[in-house]
């Protein structure tokens, strides 16, 4: 059953009757914007803490729709949030989707951002705040990707494998989708193209291993003597008819003694010591005579340490619940700032998601881009 809930959007509904919760939270920045939102000081003691602006940057389709708010200075830390009506995604997908753009090249920095629950005090907002998910670019010299972190019994949990990292050319927005499903699959969409589809079990650390490494010292847990792990092995009827036939010519020697090299004229034997000739490659080394080799019948396979069940693992089918989301929030260094976010949105229907990504591809059809 889908719940009902104000409009979080500051636009109140005036039809007298209650709007279905399809929308958690939406944001253009549009008038007002400032109210819904606070910004950190958590760096503002040690003057790194970096300011916001309303921009619409060097390029833009519609300078007044195309505005959002942008990191304003260089090697800064920034910090906003926004809180909306707490909600928890028990038994439907959730879809957080946001637009950035990066101005310049951010040479070392994120521009991802952070969701959890309620804020008691936004101003405190920054790294040591706990969040269920974190998602979005990050970038740090060579190293690029988009983060996909999963909070869990208080552990933050970065996938086993990067995700595409999608932020390139300057002055180029992108559209970072997320859909996290109650089958604890998440899909991640980047302009409207998949990039990520997959378990939380297989692909994320969340759950202690199924099983493990026997490690009692098992005297019948070792490697058998008679255990066969070389696949391949020489043909025992090969092996007498190449020694029969082995031409009598045939050199083995790959280093021989340079003939053609002559003692020093000035040579002093008991100086330098006795004079020896020096090596050098064997223009007829022809290799080693070898035997065919075969498929070896009794090979058994790489022996592998006998493994056991994991007392510790526990199954939990419930990885993508989170009981409490009340606040999304940009928590970023940048060593270059000027990115710009916008059109953000917080919603289980995926119709009231695609309306803010037709908004991405009215903007990048737009002339000059």
Not at 84 to 105: C, T, V
Not at 110 to 127: N, Q, R
Not at 195 to 217: C, F, H, M, Q, T
Not at 302 to 312: G, R, Y
Request: charged share 35%.
């Amino acid at each position: 059953m889908t719940d009902l809930v104000a409009d979080t959007r500051g636009s109140p509904d005036t039809s007298g009757s209650p709007l279905l919760r399809l929308v958690y939270f939406a944001e253009t920045f549009g008038s007002g914007w400032e109210d819904r939102w606070s910004s950190s000081e958590w760096k503002k003691s040690d003057g790194t803490q970096g300011t916001w602006k309303l921009s619409a940057g060097k390029w833009f389709g519609d300078e007044a729709e195309d505005q959002g708010i942008q990191t304003a200075e260089d090697s800064r830390f920034f910090g906003l949030s926004a809180g909306f009506e707490s909600f928890s995604n028990a038994g439907k997908e959730l879809i957080i989707q946001y637009q950035a753009k990066y101005e310049k090249d951010i040479e070392c920095g994120g521009g991802y951002v952070k969701i959890g629950p309620k804020l008691s005090d936004p101003k405190t907002f920054g790294d040591p705040t706990p969040y269920n998910i974190m998602f979005g670019p990050d970038k740090c010299g060579y190293t690029k990707r988009t983060h996909l972190i999963f909070s869990y019994k208080g552990k933050n949990v970065l996938k086993k494998s990067d995700l595409a990292y999608k932020q390139e050319g300057e002055g180029t927005s992108h559209v970072y989708r997320l859909v996290l499903k109650p089958d604890n699959t998440a899909r991640v969409e980047i302009d409207g193209e998949k990039i990520y589809e997959g378990s939380l079990k297989e692909d994320w650390e969340l759950l202690a291993p199924k099983e493990r490494v026997n490690e009692i010292k098992d005297p019948e847990d070792k490697k058998p003597s008679d255990w066969v792990d070389d696949s391949m092995m020489d043909d025992p009827e090969d092996r007498r008819e190449r020694l029969d036939k082995k031409p009598e010519n045939w050199v083995e020697e790959k280093r021989i003694v340079d003939s053609k090299a002559k003692k020093p004229d000035d040579w002093d034997d008991e100086e330098d010591g006795e004079w020896e000739a020096p090596m050098i490659d064997n223009p007829d080394y022809k290799g080693e005579w070898t035997v065919k080799r075969i498929s070896n019948p009794a090979y058994k396979g790489i022996w592998e340490a006998k493994k056991i069940a994991n007392p510790d693992f526990v199954d939990d089918d419930s990885l993508y619940k989170y009981d409490d989301f009340g606040f999304i929030g940009f928590d970023l260094w940048q060593v270059k700032g000027n990115t710009i976010f916008d059109n953000i949105i917080i919603t289980d229907e995926v119709s009231e998601a695609d309306k803010f990504l037709q908004k991405w591809k009215t903007l990048s059809e737009a002339p000059g881009f």
